[in-house]
């Protein structure tokens, strides 16, 4: 289990993404997109750093408009790399604007991106990573598990005994009653 329970609670930068967001479950492409960048990102970094910049990727990547993501071209990929509101790596920018394009595939075939989430559900953590990794990049085990967890597709983002837990189990996350399945 998550030791986030631990340390979040009261921290003024964690307590809000602890208390608000962790694990609940998400509805529209754009929150979905805004997590998959912010997971991406951090690789590497700490969750503390990621939310501290999150206005910064929110301006910077116009509001996680897929739409708009999907269509950069290079000027806007100079635009991010020289923007510091944001972590300025090439493979991330990269990765979010091939995901981004990847998001409009899924919705044309799904509906959306939760369309397409629940269409796979559900998995265990692995086969999850082997179906991200067919479609998008930048992608591996903990991403994709923080990216699940962070948005209720997979267990684990709180304790049992973290009173966010019980505010989760209401929201009746795709993981709740699902028992998780290993697919080729």
Request: a positive charge.
């Amino acid at each position: 289990m998550s030791s986030y329970c631990y340390f979040a609670p009261g921290d003024p930068l964690h307590a809000p993404y602890h208390d608000q967001e962790y694990g609940f479950p998400l509805i529209t492409d754009s929150e979905f997109f805004e997590r998959f960048i912010l997971e991406i990102n951090q690789a590497g970094l700490s969750w503390g750093t990621i939310l501290k910049k999150r206005e910064g990727f929110k301006l910077a990547y116009d509001q996680f408009d897929v739409d708009k993501v999907a269509g950069y071209g290079e000027a806007a990929r100079k635009r991010l790399l020289a923007d510091a509101g944001i972590i300025r790596n090439n493979l991330k920018i990269n990765a979010a604007i091939h995901n981004a394009q990847q998001f409009q595939a899924i919705r044309a075939t799904h509906g959306s991106f939760k369309g397409w989430l629940n269409a796979q559900h559900p998995l265990t953590k692995d086969g999850w990573v082997k179906v991200f990794k067919k479609r998008f990049v930048f992608v591996g085990g903990e991403i994709v598990n923080e990216l699940l967890m962070s948005t209720g597709y997979l267990p684990g983002a709180h304790r049992d005994s973290c009173p966010v837990y019980a505010e989760i189990l209401k929201t009746n996350p795709p993981w709740v009653d699902r028992p998780l399945v290993e697919r080729s």
